[in-house]
């Protein structure tokens, strides 16, 4: 566990530089390392700035924009062309890394964010704030973005011509900029020697940085340790990699990661492929999605299906399609929904099997609701049989269907796992225990009136005659919970846009009820500008005609 | 209803005698056989109700027979799409009527995108006929009066032989068809755009005046521009190019080769003026020098302003004081005319009600129309219901009420309304899992046809209850504060409401940045987009009155633009779907996100209770499987063994059902049957 003093060192040095040293320096460096780390794991520490320099929000606002201001004028540069970027890149080279960023508008609070970041990692960073400009182009911006960016360009100990740089993913804020930077310059890879489950989770800033840890064995720790230098490298700034030569984990697990806010995962060696799929999902599209169905289809959706594999069924068609075979399965979906499409993914390749294996007594259908809408909703022809189900409400549903029968609804399990083994099982553990316990445990949950979680004593044998004593002692109240369930309440995990907000804040008037009319109620209440809604400029003035446009 | 109290009532009153020759008695009486007659006696067919489509002409849609004059239909044909979904394909036919029969459309008497007139009453026969519609000709109502007694309110129509119709309710679907006038000094000299000739010969070398600059006028400027001099055309308002205000009933581009000439100063124009105060007189010029040649006497119209004419002269060859041109010396329209033509487009007929059936004029659109509640019942005229055109004062200026393919769905919305007001049914709804509401709210954004055409003035209605919910189609925006009663459902948990509108800013519609991308901008979306509106009661009607300018609904608790779309297809997992999911989570509280089987395996383990999809699927045994990686290595080996069909219960599925179970797809033992 060798980073996280490093990065309360770290961040000490930040602080002492720039424009905070000359205002409040004192204050500052009777810190101890043990005390910052105290401050930076409590989530004290962005507060911490303004707090000594004044007691209400007008005061610390005034503070921090009027040091803003100071640095604007002398530390922070600014670039339009990507002539003056080469050349800031060239003068700071094995020197400085830069911080490269880009604002819509002066005056907003991703601007004011970055000021105060500006402030407190000055002297550390080179920083460039630029509004626009052909520059934007080598950054991959095509035109301006409404919101805030920031780039880091790794120009200390790069030797090429250009320096290589790495997106901030996130949303431009203080608490971000501030994280974003600190990972910037933790170690690529920390090494460990210890098991990940005796590693806590990512703490302030970091607390929203999923962890990657990498397991290696003696005898390829070498080649091991330049894959994961590699793969850190690619990962920067969106994760921290931890090499470990892990002493507990079995070897079926070649690497585990954390996710922010949940317990440990672990990469079964057989089913590598979804880990890798939740992983890279949560680490590339955890800014884009909230939703991990709909990430991993977002994420494939360069892939094609092969919708040639499905007999076509529609209003027309549908009762000489379903006549001609003894069991025909339709899967009606729509294509925006997440769920229906990566079902579809899966329908495919059973559809491409039973082609494959000449199964000639099932034919698979596949019918988009968004195409075939009179069908999904069960409206036939008038003078056609009636279709032999109700409106399809629910997305994907899987129909059977025979002739002359009504259809029945394909009410299966969607999985075949045996979740007791895999690494669901010691995640739940995990999060019931607080650590994975010896295996086997016995643990007693989901009792009806109560949260809490039991755990039978790890060194008792499990025998039928003590576990019932233990089920009574956990009955009659005698045995200590080790751990509780979460609560039953699912809030929302993602924040919405505000459109009434925002629409407030930029055009106040525009979203705001009438008031009341007080005179003349009647004559001017028209609804969709009658006859005289157009404006009629010249004649009122003038009481004349008037003539056409002057040419 | 009962014939017998009925025909008592009439004797009791006097009125007429109760032979069967002259007396008939419907619960619902349509009043005319045109488009929106045509579309009401569809949905009471199909309800299988009591009614009777009254026509004075010998066919239905006789309006067509001679309007538009100039017999090119505006209302788009557009027979490919791209797409087979019918509901979709509506929002691009604008002149076929909804029925249950999928051909029964208009494409299938014209191919042509800009339609002839004379196919549209072609039109309606088939409609009519393939329908089976109760449609009686050469019915001319002449009065109408409504009748009150303890058991009710009847309305009784009188026809040209004396006969009596006894209705429940009426059904207004005359359509508009006086032709507007307005009353100046010299209007008698004025052509009616009703009777004008429509031979471009007979404007040979004319100059021609027309009062107005809708769609009629400028159609007639059009067929003009070859024969005629110059052609003019005035009106109080400058012309509104329905391209730049989206409203259909403004001057659409097929109709607008003037405004080419005029800018291209080819000797047509446009003027602005009131109306009221122009007079038009005539000037007899005697031909003095060569009597014996052709005519001696030319009749010039000269424009003039109402001021500027002196006390008890009239139209007829007035002075020279009395001309503009006297006062004005550049005055615009100092050369004299040929003739005038009004283009005033048609009022409702007003004149055929007794006073106690009279609906009052509209506020708006000049008391053209009838003014209507927003379920189209007559202001002070209970049982009395204006549809079609003549209903547009509703949306006047705004939306599509008083055209084919918007009042369509407003007469689905009253037929809805009278189910439920005289036989208790309520609004159809469809009932949905809140997990659905995402994609089914998706389905409807991108296919719906009602809310599309008639944006702003139908909305889609989703009552949230939990962890269910309610879906209500089209149902008119602005009686929302009478949704009980006009619907019976009640709202419990809040409500969300789908709307499509447009932008309210006037930009410039084929300029620069007129489209906005970025979906966290999509309030300042311009062009037809998705708009929904998020309150956790009713609003009022005080609120519905003062809701912000240009709004179709008041402020809600939270509103949820969807950026416009190019393609009109709001399918975009980031910029479309997601931001959507986050709006309705927040609507109801609750995580409304998908999860893979093994997720909810572990959140079931974890937690009391899993999230709602988890709940809706995963806990009752249909989870979704995290199939990536299915290789071609498991189908190999499936489909060379030969011994995967094994003994089993269900013999002919079992084969399926392997196959199933070794994709990742078990079967469950029990399958769920429907129906």
Redesign the interface.
């Given at each position: 566990m060798a980073l996280w003093p490093s990065v309360a060192v770290l961040l000490l040095c930040a602080a002492s530089g720039g424009c905070l040293e000359k205002a409040n320096a004192s204050n500052l460096i009777e810190f101890t390392a043990a005390d910052f780390y105290h401050k930076l794991y409590s989530g004290k520490m962005m507060f911490m700035y303004f707090e000594r320099e004044g007691n209400n929000l007008t005061k610390q606002n005034s503070f921090s924009l009027g040091c803003s201001s100071a640095i604007l004028r002398d530390e922070v540069r600014y670039v339009h062309t990507d002539a003056d970027l080469s050349a800031m890149e060239k003068s700071v080279k094995g020197k400085k890394d830069i911080v490269l960023c880009y604002v819509s508008s002066l005056g907003t609070r991703e601007h004011r964010s970055i000021m105060e970041t500006a402030f407190v990692y000055g002297s550390k960073y080179q920083f460039i704030l630029i509004t626009g400009g052909p520059v934007l182009k080598h950054l991959g911006l095509v035109t301006s973005?409404?919101?805030a960016r920031v780039w880091v360009l790794h120009c200390t100990d790069h030797r090429s011509d250009r320096c290589p740089l790495t997106p901030m993913r996130k949303p431009v804020s203080t608490l971000g900029l501030h994280s974003f930077l600190q990972l910037m310059d933790a170690p690529l890879l920390t090494e460990l020697h210890e098991d990940p489950s005796q590693i806590p989770p990512s703490q302030f800033p970091h607390q929203l940085v999923p962890q990657l840890f990498l397991f290696s064995l003696p005898e390829t720790e070498a080649l091991d340790k330049e894959n994961a230098n590699t793969l850190a490298g690619k990962l920067r700034g969106l994760a921290q990699v931890l090499g470990s030569v892990a002493v507990q984990t079995p070897q079926l697990y070649n690497a585990a990661y954390r996710l922010p806010g949940k317990v440990l995962a672990y990469f079964h060696r057989r089913?590598y492929?979804?880990s890798c799929?939740?992983f890279c999902v949560h680490i590339f599209l955890s800014d884009?999605?909230?939703?991990?169905?709909?990430a991993?289809?977002?994420l494939?959706?360069g892939m094609d299906l092969d919708m040639e594999v499905f007999t076509e069924l529609?209003?027309q068609n549908f009762h000489s399609v379903v006549a001609q075979s003894?069991?025909t399965?339709a899967l009606f979906y729509?294509?925006?929904?997440?769920?229906?499409m990566?079902?579809l993914?899966?329908f495919v390749?059973?559809a491409?099997?039973?082609l494959?294996?000449d199964?000639d007594?099932?034919q698979m259908c596949a019918v988009n609701?968004?195409?075939?809408?009179?069908l999904c909703a069960a409206?036939s022809?008038?003078s056609d049989p009636p279709f032999?189900?109700?409106?399809i409400?629910?997305?994907p549903t899987v129909?059977?269907l025979r002739p002359r029968e009504?259809?029945?609804?394909?009410?299966?399990?969607?999985?075949?796992?045996t979740?007791g083994r895999?690494p669901?099982g010691i995640?739940?553990l995990g999060?019931?225990l607080g650590s994975v316990p010896p295996l086997p445990s016995l643990i007693l949950?989901?009792n009806p009136s109560a949260?809490e979680i039991y755990q039978y004593p790890p060194r008792l044998p499990i025998s039928a005659p003590s576990v019932l004593q233990w089920v009574q002692r956990v009955e009659e109240g005698g045995e200590t919970a080790a751990g509780a369930?979460?609560?039953?309440n699912?809030?929302?995990?993602?924040?919405?846009?505000?459109?009434?907000g925002?629409?407030d804040h930029n055009d106040p008037s525009?979203?705001?009820?009438?008031?009341?009319k007080q005179e003349k109620s009647?004559g001017e209440?028209?609804?969709?500008?009658?006859?005289?809604?157009?404006v009629?400029t010249?004649?009122n003035a003038t009481d004349?005609?008037?003539?056409?446009a002057p040419i | 209803m009962d014939p017998s109290r009925v025909c008592l009532l009439c004797v009791l009153m006097g009125f007429i005698t109760c032979s069967p020759n002259s007396t008939h008695h419907h619960d619902y009486c349509v009043l005319g056989a045109g488009p929106s007659g045509l579309q009401m006696g569809h949905f009471l067919s199909r309800t299988q109700r009591d009614y009777i489509i009254l026509e004075r002409n010998s066919g239905p849609g006789s309006f067509f027979n001679k309007y538009p004059r100039h017999r090119k239909l505006i209302s788009i044909n557009k027979i490919h799409t791209g797409s087979c979904n019918r509901e979709f394909n509506l929002r691009h036919d604008w002149n076929s009527l909804l029925s249950d029969k999928p051909d029964l459309l208009f494409r299938r008497v014209s191919s042509e995108f800009y339609p002839t007139a004379d196919a549209f009453p072609l039109y309606l026969s088939l409609y009519e006929r393939e329908l089976g519609l109760k449609v009686q000709y050469g019915v001319d109502i002449g009065h109408i009066r409504a009748l009150s007694s303890d058991s009710g309110r009847q309305y009784v129509l009188t026809d040209q032989q004396g006969s009596s119709y006894f209705c429940s309710v009426l059904l207004l679907a005359t359509g508009l068809w006086v032709p507007q006038t307005i009353a100046f000094v010299g209007s008698d000299l004025v052509e009616g755009y009703e009777s004008i000739s429509t031979d471009p010969e007979d404007y040979k070398n004319q100059a021609v005046l027309i009062l107005g600059k809708g769609n009629s006028a400028f159609e007639t400027a059009q067929s003009l521009l070859g024969s005629a001099s110059r052609v003019h055309m005035v009106s109080r308002s400058p012309v509104r190019l329905a391209w730049q205000t989206h409203y259909v009933g403004d001057l659409r581009a097929v109709n607008n080769e003037v405004l080419d000439t005029y800018q291209l100063k080819s000797l047509d124009g446009l003027v602005e003026t009131h109306l009221e105060e122009i007079a038009i007189t005539k000037q007899t010029e005697e031909s003095r020098l060569r009597p014996k040649h052709g005519r001696n006497k030319k009749e010039k119209l000269y424009l003039t302003l109402n001021k500027f004419m002196q006390n008890g002269s009239n139209s007829t060859n007035s002075r020279a004081e009395e001309l503009s041109g006297f006062h004005i010396d550049n005055f615009s329209m100092r050369k004299p005319y040929d003739r005038v033509i009004r283009c005033l487009g048609f009022r409702f007929n007003f004149s055929i009600f007794d006073r106690t059936a009279r609906p009052p004029n509209s506020g708006n659109a000049r008391g053209r129309l009838p003014a209507v509640t927003a379920w189209y019942e007559g202001k002070n005229t209970p049982g009395l219901f204006v549809l079609g055109t003549a209903a547009h004062s509703r949306d006047y200026r705004t939306s599509a009420g008083g055209f084919v393919h918007g009042f369509r769905y407003t007469v689905r919305a009253v037929h809805r309304v009278l189910e439920h007001r005289y036989h208790g049914l309520q609004w159809p709804f469809t009932k949905l899992l809140s997990t659905q509401l995402l994609p089914w709210i998706l389905k409807r954004v991108n296919e719906a046809s009602g809310p599309y055409q008639m944006f702003q003035v139908l909305g889609d209605i989703v009552l949230l209850q939990g962890s269910h919910c309610k879906y209500l189609e089209e149902f008119p925006l602005q009686a929302l504060p009478q949704l009980s009663s006009l619907s019976g459902h009640k709202v419990t948990n809040g409500l969300i409401i789908l709307v499509l509108q447009y932008g309210k800013k006037k930009i410039d519609f084929l300029g620069r940045s007129r489209a906005e991308t970025d979906w966290t901008r999509a309030w300042k979306s311009n062009f037809l987009h998705p708009v929904l509106y998020y309150y956790n009661r009713l609003p009022t009607e005080e609120e519905i009155k003062l809701r912000p300018h240009g709004w179709p609904l008041p402020r809600p608790k939270v509103i949820h633009h969807m950026i416009e779309d190019f393609l009109t297809e709001w399918d975009a997992p980031i910029s479309h779907v997601q931001p959507l999911q986050r709006f309705l989570e927040h609507c109801v509280q609750t995580d409304l996100r998908h999860f893979y089987a093994e997720s909810c395996f572990r959140l079931s383990l974890t937690h009391r209770q899993p999230p709602l999809y988890c709940q809706h699927g995963y806990l009752k045994g249909q989870g979704l499987s995290q199939n990536g990686q299915m290789g071609q290595k498991v189908y190999n080996s499936v489909t060379s063994s030969p011994g995967i069909i094994e003994n089993s219960p269900q013999q002919d599925n079992s084969a399926l059902t392997n196959y199933l179970t070794r994709a990742g797809i078990p079967m469950s033992s029990e399958i769920k049957h429907e129906l």
């Open positions: 973005s409404p919101s089913k492929f979804i799929i939740i884009q999605f909230d939703d991990e169905v709909a991993s289809v977002y494939k959706r529609n209003r003894s069991l399965v729509l294509k925006w929904d997440a769920a229906s990566a079902f993914e899966a390749e059973v491409e099997s039973l494959d294996g199964v007594d099932v609701c968004g195409e075939w809408t009179d409206e022809d008038p032999p189900f109700r409106p409400t629910a997305f129909l059977m009504p259809a029945r609804r394909y009410g299966g399990m969607l999985t075949s796992q979740l895999t669901a995640d739940v999060s019931y949950t989901h949260a369930l979460g609560d039953d699912w809030p929302p995990v993602a924040p919405f846009y505000d459109f009434l925002v629409m525009s979203a705001r009820q009438q008031r009341p009647e209440t028209r609804e969709g500008g009658g006859e005289d809604g157009g009629n010249s004649s004349i005609i008037s003539s056409d | -």
